[in-house]
């Protein structure tokens, strides 16, 4: 979920920060987390404007700020503490689902939930799903609980493979969901067969994965490629995905690009659907 803007600029206007207008749209609230981006902001104002959020929004528990980019392997924030408690295990709801996530532990944003919602509606009960970078399971578990499709999640995070388990139990999809703590690029020849269906959700890195993901899926089956390309529109953002898998799908492979979302000036998240011939 987003923080409402009418409350940010409340807050905003509480800590004498009403110039900083960009600050309404980025601040993400997981659970009772909120994560505030505020680049060139003294410090003395950040914890003002921290401390006027959690009082505008009695179920705040804390307040941080992202110092950086999302980075390394495991995609993790660089957060700093500005207000409330230190606490960064919390309890996420999206979908109708609920998540316990470690916002400094493990990759986690509520950006993705309406591309979540819009996967899980596409799967059909009896698939074979596999996610190949899972967190916490957000896709997994909303895929799980929509279709009553198997999903296979592997993730390299063993800590957000904790919360993934903790998660399929909560959610009540613990019987048709497998967790793998491991490495994506092992699954094909893991003994695990073929899938309907595989999710990559990994866009700074999916490019290096198309192979394995080529050989978990089936004949006929659907590849999720996700990839942040530096592009101005969406018509630059389709030409550069189908620019970097030219040459690397079999052929009679059928491709439908979107975008997902803006992520950054110039960057877009974008995803392909690849549909493999029979
Ligand atoms: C962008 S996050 C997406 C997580 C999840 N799908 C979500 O939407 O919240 C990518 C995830 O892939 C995991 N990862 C990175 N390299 C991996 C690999 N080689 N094998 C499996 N997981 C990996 C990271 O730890 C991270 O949790």
Redesign the pocket.
């Given at each position: 979920m987003r923080k409402a803007p009418r409350l940010i600029e409340q807050a905003l206007a509480r800590a004498g920060l009403e110039g900083v207008r960009r600050v309404a749209t980025g601040v993400d609230v997981i659970g009772g987390i909120a994560i505030v981006r505020l680049p060139g902001v003294p410090l003395r104002s950040k914890r003002a404007f921290a401390a006027a959020m959690m009082e505008e929004t009695p179920n705040l528990t804390g307040v941080f700020e992202q110092a950086g980019g999302?980075e390394g392997?495991?995609?993790?924030r660089e957060l700093r503490h500005l207000a409330g408690r230190k606490e960064t295990l919390t309890t996420h709801k999206e979908n109708g689902c609920v998540f316990k996530v470690d916002v400094a532990r493990?990759?986690?944003?509520p950006r993705?939930a309406t591309e979540?919602l819009r996967v899980a509606s596409e799967v059909r009960r009896g698939e074979k799903v596999a996610?190949?970078?899972?967190?916490?399971?957000?896709?997994?578990v909303e895929i799980a609980k929509t279709s009553g499709a198997e999903v296979m999640s592997?993730?390299?995070?063993a800590y957000?493979c904790d919360l993934h388990v903790q998660n399929d139990r909560l959610n009540k999809v613990d019987d048709r969901v497998e967790v793998v703590n491991?490495?994506?690029?092992?699954l094909p020849g893991s003994g695990r067969g073929r899938f309907d269906r595989v999710?990559m959700?990994?866009?700074?890195?999916a490019d290096e994965?198309l192979d394995a993901a080529l050989g978990l899926v089936k004949k006929g089956g659907v590849i999720h490629y996700?990839r942040h390309l530096l592009a101005r529109d969406e018509e630059e953002g389709a030409a550069a995905a189908r620019e970097e898998l030219r040459g690397r799908l079999p052929r009679g492979a059928r491709t439908k690009v979107r975008k997902v979302r803006d992520v950054g000036p110039r960057w877009l998240e974008m995803t392909a659907e690849v549909r493999l011939p029979r």
């Open positions: 999302v392997e495991f995609r993790l493990c990759y986690f944003s993705l979540r996610n190949m970078f899972a967190g916490v399971g957000p896709f997994t592997c993730e390299l995070n957000a491991g490495d994506a690029s092992e999710l959700p990994h866009p700074s890195a994965f996700y």
